[in-house]
Structure formats: structure tokens, C-alpha cells
């Protein structure tokens, strides 16, 4: 793709490198942003103020165009349309997403549930399920996993492996224990940072949503405003701890079940272990690596686009 030098002259302004970095980003995933939301995700090596994010987007170079009340690519806004049309959608998946962290809810070993991906930011269509990201009480990983299935799948909504036709369907693709909130280093960067800040929150006990994203504030380093205004949380109203669950919860890891459901659950997840990541205190069930693919995506754009910033 070719670079007009005046593009290139725009681009010596830091808020502007920034706007178009995130822009790019979104368009990945062909999905326009709002002012709010470019704000919100914004890709910058150094922290933009407001004011200069504000002016920057009233001297946008040609390359980036706003419509009908959203930012992305020149030549790519037909996108907006189709934005608008998966919002219908996305209300939908937002109901099934509470009614199903409502049942959810119930289980005295789950300190926190928020919807994860795409479904998080509204872009899905009809046929996709919906990402559900769940934290649980130290210790209880694999048992809180197993009343979380058997719900899931006495109502009917649960996606199960290799499970084709899933709109709709709930899956828990990424648990992990309480004690370990934090992401290793080395899966530090730009794609699981805005993984992270978009989760959006349905249900927490004992302020998990806050400790957790205060375990990883290096997001920051990625996208300085993730912090700001943090998102409200569905369930906050449910107040859901019953006791005699919670009694039963406890002897059941005290006593031998919890390390037979763990034994057991983790003999069946090897024999079809494909690119899951198990645990005694992380389990991510992900069949497609979005996270390499995003990362060499967003290099070329960058390349693309004359940026020579590393990711």
C-alpha cells in the first residue's frame, strides 16, 4: 500500500499515530469504532490527553473517515451498516449472556462472570455463540467447572465440542482460579490487553471484576485509558451466596470428589487436547489461535500504513 507524504506528515503527531493504530486494529476484526470506544481502546506508546485525542480527531488524514457516527478505514464504510445491523444481535446475546451468569450465579465457588471476544464488544452475528470468562474461588477450579457444565447443559444452552451449529450456545472458554489473576509476562501484549479490557462484566463476589483488573494493570502499557470508567457490573443486584451450597462446596474440596472431578476432568481434556491449555489453575479452550494470527495482521498493517512500531 502506498503512503502519501502528507499522510506521513499528519502521522508525526502522537494522538493521530494513535487514533490510526487503533483504528487498524479494529478493522482486523472489520468492526468501526465510536468516539467513545476509540477513546476508550486507544493504542498508544505514551498516555494522549483528552484535549489532544479531541483535536486529533478534527485533523484526520484521508486515510481515516468518519460515518454515520463511527471511525474506521477509508473505502470501509460499508462496515458501519453492517455494525448497525449486528446490534440487534447483540442485544439478544447480551440477555442470553445474563440469564445464563444468573443460573450461573448460584454456584458459591464462582467469584466472577463476564462475557469475553467478540460477543463482549456486540460483534457477532446470528450464528455465533456466545464467550463467557469466569473466575473461581482458589482451589475449586475443576469442581466449579463441572456444576457449571451440568447447568449449563440442563438448560440447554451449553456449546459442546465440535459442536457445529452453535448460535447461541454458552461456552466457558477460559476459567481460571483466583490465584492466579495475573497474565505471565509472556503473553503480555497488545491482543490479550484488549482481550482483557473488553470483558464485560455480568456478575463478581468480594470484588473480583476490580482485583483483577488491578492484577493486570500492564495493560496500560498497551492501552493507556482501559482503567477509565470502569464498566458496571449486571449482577451486582443478584447478592447470590447460599450457604448450604456453600457448606457443601467446602467439604466437597476438603474431601477426596475434588481431586477425583480434577483427575478425571483433566484425563478426559488429554485424550482430545488439541491447542487447550490445562491447569490446576488455568484452563483456556480455544480450537483457533486468534492471537497469533491478530498480531501478524496487525505487523503488516503497520507496515502498510508506513508504522514501524513493534508489537
Known amino acids: 500500500m502506498m503512503v502519501s507524504p502528507k499522510f506521513l506528515i499528519n502521522m508525526q503527531n502522537n494522538s493521530q499515530t494513535a487514533i490510526l493504530k487503533t483504528i487498524l486494529y479494529s478493522d482486523i476484526f472489520h468492526f468501526p469504532l465510536t468516539q467513545e470506544e476509540l477513546w476508550r481502546f486507544l ?21 481515516i473517515v468518519f460515518h454515520d457516527g463511527y471511525y474506521c478505514l477509508a473505502g470501509h464504510e460499508k462496515l458501519v451498516q453492517q455494525r448497525k445491523r449486528y446490534s440487534t444481535e447483540a442485544a439478544k446475546k447480551d440477555k442470553i449472556a445474563q440469564a445464563a451468569a444468573s443460573m450461573l450465579s448460584y454456584i458459591p465457588t464462582i467469584r466472577f462472570i463476564g462475557i469475553s471476544g467478540s460477543a463482549a464488544l456486540g460483534n457477532v452475528t446470528a450464528r455465533d455463540d456466545i464467550d463467557l470468562f469466569i473466575v473461581t474461588r482458589r482451589k475449586a477450579l475443576f469442581l466449579t467447572r463441572l456444576w457449571i457444565l451440568a447447568i449449563l447443559e440442563l438448560k440447554h444452552v451449553r456449546r459442546r465440542r ?30 490479550v ?10 456478575f463478581e463476589r468480594k470484588g473480583m471484576y476490580r482485583a483483577f483488573l488491578q492484577s493486570n494493570k500492564w495493560i496500560t502499557t498497551f492501552l493507556p485509558n482501559a482503567f477509565q470508567g470502569e464498566q458496571d457490573i449486571v449482577g451486582t443486584s443478584w447478592h447470590r451466596q447460599y450457604y448450604t451450597l456453600a457448606i457443601i462446596s467446602r467439604i466437597l474440596q476438603l474431601l477426596p470428589v475434588n ?22 489453575t488455568y484452563l483456556a479452550f480455544h480450537p483457533y489461535d486468534y492471537r497469533a494470527k491478530t498480531l501478524r495482521l496487525l505487523q503488516q498493517k503497520y507496515a502498510d500504513f508506513g508504522l514501524l512500531t513493534k508489537i
Do not use: G
Open 193 to 202: 490487553a484488549h482481550e482483557i479490557a473488553q470483558v464485560k462484566p455480568l
Open 43 to 63: 493504542i498508544a506508546d505514551k498516555a494522549v490527553t483528552h484535549a489532544a485525542f479531541v483535536t486529533a480527531l478534527k485533523h484526520l488524514p484521508q486515510n
Open 162 to 191: 465440535n459442536e457445529i451449529n452453535a448460535a447461541n450456545k454458552v461456552c466457558v472458554n477460559l476459567l481460571i482460579d483466583e490465584s492466579n489473576l495475573q497474565w505471565p509476562p509472556h503473553k503480555r501484549d497488545v491482543y
Open 259 to 280: 481431586i477425583f472431578v480434577t483427575w478425571w476432568q483433566k484425563r478426559y481434556m488429554q485424550k482430545h487436547r488439541t491447542t487447550e491449555i490445562v491447569t490446576n
